[in-house]
C-alpha cells in the first residue's frame, strides 16, 4: 500500500497536479483500494481539521501578514541604507549589504519568497544601476532570500514543530547560528566575485557619499523601528515574556503603528488589502498544511514509518551516511515542493530513526529547512528564480544559471551545520 501511495503522489506531481490536489489523492487513495481500510474519508476529514485546530498555527498566517505590512512599509529600503552607510564603500560592500538586509527582513517575515519579493524590488534596482551584472544581482537576492526560512521567525520552524512536538522557541534558537554562517559564506563569495570581475567604484562612491549627506545619525534614526522588529519579537520570545504565536500578534500590531504613524508608509485604506492578501496566501497554504498532517496520520496506518525504519536500518548504519543522503534526498524534494508541507510529510517519518542513530531533534529541523531553503534557488523549479527573473527581464534558468557559484557556497555551510551540531545547537537552552 506505501508504495501506491508514493506513486499516486510522484505520478500527480510528474503531472503538474497542483499540490493540494496530489496530497489530497495520495492521502484518500488508499480507501478507494480497501473500502474497509480504516483512515477513510471521515477519518482525512477529522484529521484535517484536528492538524489546523492548534493555537502554534496561527503564527503562520499572522507573521505573514505583518511581513506583507512591512514590505509595503518600505523597511526593506531602509535596513538597506543602514547597512548600507556602514560596509558600502568596502569592495563588494554593496552586494554584501544586500545579504545582510535579507538575513534582517527574514526575522521579520520568516518566508523565503517574502523576503526575496521584498529586497528584490529594492535592491535588485540599485545594484544594476551601480554596475552589477543584472542576472548576478538577481541570483544573489534570490539565494540569500532562502535566509528568510532560517533565521528566526520561520514558518517552516513552526511546520516542523508542528508534527513532531519541537520547541517552537529551541527551533528559533538554533536557527540563529545557521541562518549567520550561511550569511558570511555567501558575502565571502560575493567579496571573491567582486574582486574577480571589478566593479564600477565611481558610481558605488557616489551612492555611498548619498547615504553620508544624510548622515549617519538619520540614517540610523530612518531604520531605527525597522532594526528593532527582530529585537522585539525575538527578544519577547527568548525572554519568556510571549509565546511564539502571541509574538506573531505583537508583530502584526507593531507593523501597523510603525507603517500607519511612524514612517506613515501606509493607510488605513490599504489595510483591507493586506488583510485579504494575507488570507489569500495563507487558505491554500493552510489547506495544504492540513492534508499534510492527514497524509503522515494515513501513512502511519500503513505503516510506511516503520517500512522506511527498515529500510534505512538496512541501507543506512551510522549517523554520517544517513545525514548525507537525508542532505541528498532534500535537495531534490526541495526543487519540486515547498518547504512548509515538504517539512511537515518528512518529519514524521524521518524523526524515529534519526532519534535512534542520536541525531538531536531539533538539529534534524535545523539540516532539513536549510536544505529546503536551497530549492527556493535550484534550476528549474527554485521559487525565487520565478520571482527575480522578471525584475531584470531574464528568464529563471538564466538567473539559475548565474546561481550555481551561490548554491555551491551555500552547499559548503550546509555541509559545515549538518556536520558539526553545535552550530545548531549552542544557542539553544
Known amino acids: 500500500m506505501t508504495g501506491i501511495i508514493f506513486a499516486v503522489f510522484f505520478v500527480c506531481l510528474i503531472l503538474s497536479f497542483p499540490l493540494t490536489v496530489v496530497m489530497g489523492y495520495a492521502t484518500v487513495v488508499p480507501n ?35 511581513g506583507a505590512i512591512m514590505s509595503k512599509g518600505g523597511l526593506s529600503q531602509k535596513l538597506f541604507d543602514v547597512f548600507a552607510i556602514f560596509i558600502g564603500k568596502i569592495r563588494g560592500g554593496m552586494p554584501c549589504a544586500v545579504v545582510i538586509t535579507c538575513l534582517f527582513y527574514g526575522a521579520i517575515s520568516g518566508s523565503g519568497t517574502a523576503t526575496c519579493a521584498a529586497v528584490g524590488a529594492m535592491c535588485i534596482p540599485v545594484l544594476t544601476n551601480l554596475g552589477y551584472d543584472k542576472k548576478f544581482s538577481a541570483a544573489l537576492v534570490a539565494t540569500s532570500g532562502g535566509l528568510g526560512v532560517i533565521i528566526p521567525p520561520s514558518i517552516p520552524f513552526i511546520a516542523y514543530a508542528l508534527v513532531t512536538e519541537v520547541s517552537v522557541g529551541s527551533l528559533f534558537s538554533a536557527g540563529i547560528l545557521p541562518g549567520c554562517l550561511i550569511a558570511l559564506a555567501l558575502m565571502i563569495y560575493v567579496q571573491i566575485y567582486c574582486r574577480s570581475k571589478g566593479e564600477d567604484r565611481v558610481r558605488i562612491e557616489a551612492k555611498y557619499n548619498q547615504l553620508r549627506e544624510k548622515g549617519i545619525l538619520q540614517v540610523l534614526r530612518d531604520g531605527f523601528w525597522a532594526l528593532l522588529t527582530p529585537v522585539i519579537i525575538l527578544g519577547g520570545i527568548y525572554s519568556g515574556i510571549v509565546t511564539p504565536t502571541e509574538a506573531a500578534c505583537v508583530s502584526v500590531f507593531y507593523a501597523l503603528i510603525v507603517c500607519l504613524f511612524i514612517y506613515r508608509s501606509i493607510t488605513f485604506r490599504e489595510l483591507l488589502i493586506f488583510f485579504r492578501e494575507a488570507f489569500a496566501s495563507y487558505a491554500p497554504m493552510g489547506l495544504l498544511m492540513g492534508l499534510a498532517q492527514a497524509f503522515a496520520k494515513v501513512l502511519v496506518l500503513v505503516n510506511a514509518p516503520q517500512e522506511l525504519a527498515d529500510f534505512l536500518i538496512s541501507a543506512v548504519n551510522n549517523k554520517i551516511v544517513f545525514l548525507l543522503l537525508l542532505n541528498l534526498l532534500l535537495l531534490f524534494i526541495g526543487m519540486v ?13 524521518l524523526l524515529p530513526f534519526a532519534i535512534s542513530l542520536g541525531i538531536n531533534p531539533i538539529h534534524l529541523g535545523v539540516v532539513m529547512v536549510c536544505n529546503l531553503a536551497i530549492g527556493f534557488v535550484t534550476p528549474p523549479f527554485g521559487l525565487n528564480l520565478f520571482i527575480t527573473a522578471p525584475m531584470v527581464d531574464a528568464r529563471s534558468m538564466e538567473i539559475g544559471r548565474k546561481a550555481l557559484p551561490l548554491i555551491g557556497t551555500f552547499l559548503i555551510a550546509l555541509a559545515i551545520i549538518t556536520y558539526i551540531p553545535a552550530v545548531s545547537l549552542l544557542l539553544v537552552k
Do not use: C, E, Y
Request: hydrophobic share 60%; aromatic share 8%; no cysteine.
Open 337 to 349: 515542493m515547498d518547504v512548509a508541507p515538504a517539512m511537515m510529510i518528512l518529519a514524521p517519518m
Open 32 to 66: 478507494f483500494i480497501d473500502p474497509n481500510f480504516s483512515g477513510n474519508l471521515q477519518f482525512v476529514v477529522r484529521s484535517l481539521i484536528g492538524g489546523l485546530n492548534v493555537t502554534t498555527i496561527l503564527a503562520i498566517p499572522l507573521f505573514m501578514l505583518s
